[in-house]
């Protein structure tokens, strides 16, 4: 099993531009998540996905959307950049939904937007 | 908003020595703590948990404890060696809720 892997591991982009962050997971989790990473800072929940076809906010979604694509597959979508998104980005996934599940993460994508 | 605060943000040890992290949380809810591990480049790693009708958790060389009464729990490393030397995250969540809430995180450093 490959885990959790995401795509692609470094980008930089201009102000403005948009890009998608793609994720899969082959441990046939539900509910996925996007966090974001930036020094000093922890993890901060960006979106979820409890179950495919279900998403919904976290503590930092202004500036971004998600797709459930499938149950594999949850990305992130950045439709115009800005400088204050410049972080870095980890995907994970869920054994069984909720409070107490093991969350498996991603290798991370770092983005620089300048 | 809930939090969680996360103390020492550096900590270097002598290999062989033990380390203590420490977080508080804000949330009386929360009922389920997991310590992640945070290597170079990687994404986290689970690496040890505890829920809170439990008071301590060990595994090996790693240990967890938990007081509900002052809202705080801690990461004990014993014996410890230099590939232990990575970041360290703690987490609390509650039932009912896809959220957790991660400390900032201590970047431990084990000296040979």
């Known amino acids: 099993n490959a885990g959790v892997t995401q795509t692609p591991k470094f980008q930089v982009l201009k102000t403005g531009q948009s890009m998608t962050l793609q994720c899969a997971q082959d441990?046939?989790?539900?509910?996925m998540y996007w966090y974001r990473q930036d020094p000093g800072m922890g993890l901060r929940l960006i979106y979820y996905?409890?179950?495919?076809?279900?998403?919904d906010k976290g503590e930092v979604p202004n500036g971004y959307n998600v797709s459930r694509l499938n149950k594999r597959e949850f990305s992130l979508r950045l439709e115009s950049a800005a400088p204050s998104q410049t972080s870095v980005y980890f995907c994970?996934?869920?054994?069984?939904?909720?409070?107490?599940?093991?969350?498996?993460f991603g290798p991370g994508t770092r983005l620089l937007v300048l | 908003g809930e939090n969680v605060e996360q103390h020492p943000s550096t900590l270097s040890v002598q290999e062989g020595d033990s380390a203590v992290i420490k977080c508080t949380y804000s949330?009386?809810?929360?009922?389920?703590f997991p310590w992640y591990k945070q290597e170079l480049g990687k994404g986290p790693q689970l690496i040890i948990d505890?829920?809170?009708?439990?008071g301590e958790k060990k595994d090996q060389r790693i240990a967890v404890t938990l007081n509900k009464t002052a809202k705080h729990f801690s990461l004990h490393i014993t014996e410890t060696q230099p590939e232990d030397s990575a970041v360290y995250f703690c987490?609390?969540?509650?039932?009912?809720?896809?959220?957790?809430?991660f400390g900032t995180g201590t970047r431990l450093k084990v000296l040979a």
């Open positions: 996905s409890a179950s495919e076809g279900t998403t």
């Open positions: 505890i829920r809170s009708n439990v």
């Open positions: 441990m046939n989790h539900n509910s």
């Open positions: 987490a609390a969540s509650r039932s009912g809720t896809y959220k957790y809430i």
């Open positions: 994970a996934s869920g054994t069984s939904g909720g409070a107490g599940e093991t969350q498996y």
């Open positions: 949330d009386s809810a929360s009922n389920y």
